[in-house]
C-alpha cells in the first residue's frame, strides 16, 4: 500500500489550556510504544558505543554500512512492536518487509540512521520510527541518544521535543537561512546535480550543514535549528518520521518539484513555509 503523506494540522483552538495556552494532547497509546522501542534501541546503541574498536560493520553497497549494532537495535525495536501489536506491517530498513499489505498499520523503521557517523564516534544519529495507518503517516519518533533529545509527533497534535511543543524557524529570507542537506554517497550518478544544487544553495544561504542523518535533519528543521533540508534518493525510513515532524511543526514537505511524491522518489525538501518556495527555486536553477 502506498504511502501518502498530507498536510493536515490540529484545528485553531484545539489542546487549549485554561489560559488559552497551546499544551500537549493526550499521548497515543501507540505512540507511547514507539517512543519505548526507540528507548530500548538506544540503549543497545549507546552500550555498544563503548566498544566501537570491536565492531566488525559490513558494507552492503560502496560507502553503505551495516553493523550487528544495527541488527540488535532493529530486532529490540521489532519485538517490542510486535508484542503490542503482532498483526501491524513492518518495514524496516535492515529486515526488510514483513505483512505489508495485510493490515492498515505499517510501521516503518530505522534502527540506527547516521551508521557511519555511529561508527566513527561522531554524535549524529538517531533511531527513527514512523506508523502509517491506511497509507497516512500518522506518527513519528526520532530520538537522538547522544543528547537525549526526542522527538515526536502525531498527525494533528504538534510535534514535540523532551514535552515540549515546536515550531518550524520563522525566516523569510532564504538569505538568512541555515539549511541543511546529504550527499549521495551509494548512487553517485546524479553527483554533479548535487554539487551544483549545493552551490547555488551555499551562494544563496548563511550556511549550509552536511551532517549524515535525514532523519535528525528533518528533526532539526522542524525545531528551528535550521531552516530548511534537502536531499535526493532517499528511502522511505530515512524520512517517514522526520518528515511528519516537520509536517506538524508547521513547516512544508514537497519533493523537488513541490509535490508530494518525495516518499515514493526519495527526493525530499523540508522548510519553514515563508522560504519554502525560495529553496525549490533555487534548486530548480541549479
Known sequence: MPIRPRMESAPAGAWLDS?????????????????????????????????????????????DFVSEVDRAAENTIIDTLRSAYPDHAILAEESGASGMGQSDYEWIIDPLDGTTNYLHGYPYYCVSIALAVKGVLTLGVVYDPAHNDLFTAERGGGAFLNERRIRVGKRTQLTD???????????????????????????????????????????????????????????????????????????????????????????VVAANPKVMHQMLQTLAKA
Do not use: F
Not at 42 to 48: K, S
Open 19 to 63: 489560559r488559552g495556552e497551546r499544551e500537549r494532547p493526550p499521548v497515543h497509546p501507540m505512540l507511547s510504544t514507539a517512543v519505548k522501542s526507540a528507548r530500548r534501541a538506544a540503549t543497545v546503541i549507546q552500550r555498544a558505543s563503548n566498544n566501537l574498536d570491536i565492531l566488525k560493520p559490513e558494507q552492503k553497497r560502496p560507502n
Open 177 to 267: 537561512c541555515l539549511v541543511s542537506t546529504g550527499h549521495p554517497h551509494v548512487n553517485t550518478d546524479q553527483l554533479d546535480t548535487d554539487m551544483a544544487m549545493l552551490k547555488a544553495m551555499i551562494q544563496t544561504t548563511v550556511g549550509v550543514r552536511r551532517q549524515g542523518s535525514a532523519a535528525l535533519d528533518l528533526a532539526y528543521v522542524a525545531c528551528g535549528r535550521t531552516d530548511g533540508y534537502w536531499e535526493m534518493n532517499l528511502n522511505p525510513w530515512d524520512i517517514a518520521a522526520g518528515a511528519l515532524l516537520v509536517q506538524e511543526a508547521g513547516g512544508i514537505v514537497t519533493d523537488l518539484d513541490g509535490n508530494e511524491g518525495w516518499l515514493d522518489s526519495g527526493n
